[in-house]
Every structure is written in structure tokens, then in C-alpha cells.
């Protein structure tokens, strides 16, 4: 039996971490799924100028006229996603619904985000990392 490791690829111990790894990945990715704090409000900014800013709680269409095309904003149920964009590539209707502090919607093609933030304004970054 130990003849079969002396050349193998991978140890017992290398088979260990790998799964150690794997158990911490997914500890991390449920923590960010379920303890971000919800959002209360939208800012929508294009070309880096302040489009508007939306209350989550009020269920509303956006119609967005922008120099290099249109989006149709959606805010319904405390979320937001983009439901129509003329831009060529679509990514940014493929992004989903977004409700979580610091989550964004980005329209490259149309220079667009829009960033769901909490009641304080913040992105949650402290004074040293922000």
C-alpha cells in the first residue's frame, strides 16, 4: 500500500486541505449570502454625474435617457434590477435583482451604475479601508 503513494499526484494530506479549503469556501459564500444588511436606498450615477437616488421601499419603473442609450430601472419588494438596456451586450439585465448594501448594477456600454446603499450613505467600508 505504500508503494502506491510514493508516486502519486496527490497525498493524503493534499486531499485533506483540498477539502478543508472547499468546507471554508462554502462557509464564506453562505456567510456573504446571509448576513449582508438589506439596502434602503438606490443611487443611480452616470458618467460619474448623480442621476437620482430611490427609496427601496417604493415600488417604481426608472426610465433612464442617457447620452449613449436607455435603461428601464425596476425598484419592487425592496429590490432592484434593470429590466430593459439598448446596449449591445445585455450584461447588465443578466445581473439580476440586487437589495444588499454595496451590490451594484453596471452598464459599461451606457457608463451606468446604480449601487443599493443603507440608511447611513456608507458602503459599509470603514474610515481605514475606504
Known amino acids: 500500500m505504500k508503494r502506491m503513494?510514493?508516486?502519486a499526484i496527490m497525498t493524503k494530506a493534499d486531499l485533506l486541505l483540498l477539502a478543508a479549503a472547499l468546507c471554508a469556501?462554502?462557509?464564506f459564500v453562505?456567510?456573504?449570502s446571509f448576513a449582508g444588511r438589506e439596502g434602503s436606498r438606490v443611487r443611480v450615477v452616470c458618467a460619474g454625474s448623480l442621476q437620482g437616488e430611490y427609496?427601496?421601499?417604493e415600488d417604481r419603473e426608472i426610465a433612464l435617457s442617457l447620452e449613449n442609450g436607455t435603461n428601464l430601472l425596476?425598484?419592487?419588494n425592496g429590490q432592484v434590477w434593470m429590466e430593459e438596456a439598448d446596449c449591445p451586450d445585455g450584461l447588465c439585465i443578466r445581473q439580476g435583482a440586487v437589495s444588499r448594501v454595496g451590490e451594484s448594477i453596471?452598464?459599461?456600454?451606457?457608463?451606468?451604475?446604480?449601487?443599493v446603499e443603507?440608511?447611513?450613505g456608507g458602503?459599509?467600508?470603514d474610515g481605514v479601508a475606504g
Open 5 to 7: 503513494f510514493d508516486h
Open 25 to 27: 469556501a462554502l462557509l
Open 30 to 32: 453562505l456567510y456573504l
Open 55 to 57: 427609496s427601496l421601499q
Open 74 to 76: 425596476i425598484i419592487r
Open 106 to 115: 453596471i452598464c459599461l456600454p451606457h457608463e451606468l451604475v446604480v449601487t
Open 118 to 120: 443603507g440608511e447611513d
Open 123 to 125: 458602503d459599509g467600508l
